[in-house]
């Protein structure tokens, strides 16, 4: 029998694709959830420092929190790698809204190429992700967080946990890889009794930062969009920042051979620099969100260091909103980078004005008394992520103009369901489902809540927060909106839902349908003199058609 | 209604069979552009590579392809495509001109953009060369009229979240990892990749659409298409 086992080489090799597909795996998710749009650009000349072939950036926080939670160890059966996302308001309620989960099964491919077909198919597999990480709901959120809720992440290995998603949450596959080792399997859970959450909403709700515009001196906070594109300043590593691990740097060169597959000539090299070269450490401007925990992550700075084509810091359109992940061991910290499992004392010193600027775009928040907002110590700091996460207060007026569940794609079973089609309200499908329960929605009407002492004082409502538990951030929170947005229109004769569901998926046309052959040629040959009549008498027309060929 | 296969003489069956995919949306008008690029883009990310840089021995190495988010303005979407301007705007000009047809037809607004994936295998003169499709993509649209504002907007959320099953259903049918051409030594690469661009590289491929005017019948202008292929060769 042949020896099918696998070369050492190849076994090299293959760990080495599935750690960087797992960390570009985790790029790639957390860089769709900082809510701006991704640019990386093409480049025809092999930089040798693309794995797979793939412009994906590497922001070195996230790869750091990801190095830490494999701790060296590669995605196997029962060990999985998990990227958990999930929403927190302003007023410390979270909530988990998708798992993606890498994971390893035990169906061997012995016959399949390591350096040659799994390479291409983590490739393919990556821009799969790319592409699904765009359909999901928590993409939207995403991308219009900042104002009242921002998208943080956390990545663990081991065992996957999808409870904290809710009741039935759906799956989505995004692809697999066979390798000699097993099968890698890509996949996101994710949450769906959350499911829409609409911009009308939040155009309604003036941004909080918009509030206090006017404090700005530097940096001018425009309302629409909490992004700020990047602003690259080359500058000093003042040690906050990430050391970049050195195998970041290890370069990956591929060179495939079109000859017969043993040849195939595949080599991973590491750069030859051993030590990351200061060549250009760019700093990221991270904005400030005007949350109350926020200016923990503003504080950071990240430095990566560009695509070595020296692609010029104006059109590369990095994200720069980041929200830090959680601390494994303690869900809700948050994490600062540079810190292994805490908060991070905040550099002292301004560095190019960043500091100030930071600490300024906190300031906002002593518009609404948060007078705690002094980054300077870890106590503080604490004492702030303590306080966000004993806050599940009552915010329901704003909560409940962000929360609406909708009848829709991503929707699957709404909680109490109330059957609205035979109630007489236009668009009946569209409606939420639970008007009638919104009295018993505890989120509509907050059970009472002890007022306890908080150091941060008030919150972004004038009463009092409460520092009841957190014990329900994971319940359903399920905010009931019913305000159906369309008025009945007695113009139209028939339900619009109905007349939608029609038109969305018409019959097949009979003169599209494939059994073409099923004419009969005499049948065609019949009709072919009245064919070349009309032909003869457009005799121009072809004419001029033919004169456009030339 | 005229085939939209390639060139290959209907006697020179190839073995392979060609895999079709076929995928629906209504759509308002203006949505048709936008609804079209995040469909073929999609496929097109898949199905392309970077430069390939050959080097002696037979070995070659890839270049890198970066990708970017596209937000769409008519509906409530955003898709991932490939950076390359050049293959935008060629995507953008056989979207434009089906648009236009669809439009100018007078038609019900029902019509197709097909995408097929091909490789050319030469011929002897003075036959010309096959074109041998190994991968099919057709999107069916059929065009609605929504009376007024509430519609649209509905229209626009909707359309949105079918769009974002087409592209599950797009990776679905990639990840099945079934047939793909081989990969080419240099002097055949140009039989199977579309190695015009500069910046990335993509599988062969064309894009022919139909319409279907009310009578049932349908026009197409492949037909155009291929006959300056034909003379061009």
Known sequence: AMDTDLSSQDRKDLDKFIKFFALKTVQVIVQARLGEKICTRSSSSPTGSDWFNLAIKDIPEVTHEAKKALAGQLPAVGRSMCVEISLKTSEGDSMELEIWCLEMNEKCDKEIKVSYTVYNRLSLLLKSLLAITRVTPAYRLSRKQGHEYVILYRIYFGEVQLSGLGEGFQTVRVGTVGTPVGTITLSCAYRINLAFMSTRQFERTPPIMGIIIDHFVDRPYPSSSPMHPCNYRAGEDNGAVYPSVEDSQEVCTTSFSTSPPSQCVFT????????????????????????????????????????????????????????????????????????????????????????????????????????????????????VSNSSEGKCGSPHDLLETIFVRKVGAFVNKPIN???????????????????????????????????????????????????????NTHDDFVMIDFKPAFSKDDILPMDLGTFYREFQNPPQLSSLSIDIGAQSMAEDLDSLPEKLAVHEKNVKEFDAFVETLQ | ?????????????????????????????????????????TVLLHRSTGKFHYKKEGTYSIGTVGTQDVDCDFIDFAYVRVSSEELDRALRKAVGEFKDALRSSGSDGMGQISLEFYQKKKSRWPFSDECIPWELWTIKVNVVNLANEQERQICREKVGEKLCEKIINIVEVMNRHEYLPKMPTQSEVDNVFDTSLKDVQPYLYKISYQITDSLGTSVTTTMRRLIKDTLAL
Request: net charge negative.
């Open chain 1, 268 to 383: 991973v090299t590491k750069a030859h620099f051993q030590t990351p070269p200061p060549v250009v450490t760019d700093t990221l401007k991270v904005p400030v969100m005007g949350l109350a925990f926020s200016h923990q992550l503003s504080s950071s700075r990240l430095s990566y260091q560009p695509a070595a084509l020296g692609v010029g810091s104006a059109d590369m359109g990095y994200p720069v909103l980041f929200a830090g992940g959680f601390n494994a061991a303690h869900p809700h910290q948050l994490i600062g980078p540079g810190k292994e499992g805490g908060v991070p004392p905040v550099p002292s010193q301004p560095a190019h004005g960043t500091q100030a600027d930071q600490e300024r775009m906190c300031t906002p928040l002593d518009g609404v008394h948060y007078s705690a907002a002094t980054p300077s110590s870890s106590e503080d700091t604490e004492t």
């Open chain 1, 417 to 471: 369901q109330v059957t609205m089609a035979n109630l007489d309200i236009p668009f009946a499908m569209f409606a939420p489902k639970n008007v009638e329960l919104e009295d018993n929605d505890p989120m509509v009407n907050p059970p009472d809540s002890p007022e306890t002492e908080s150091p941060l004082q008030g919150s972004l409502h004038s009463e009092g927060s409460s520092g009841s538990s957190t014990g």
């Open chain 2, 1 to 41: 209604p005229l085939s939209t296969r390639c060139c290959a003489a209907p006697g020179a069956a190839p073995a392979m069979n060609c895999r079709a995919e076929v995928l629906e949306v209504s759509v308002e008008g203006r949505q048709v552009e936008e609804a079209m690029l995040a469909v073929l883009h």
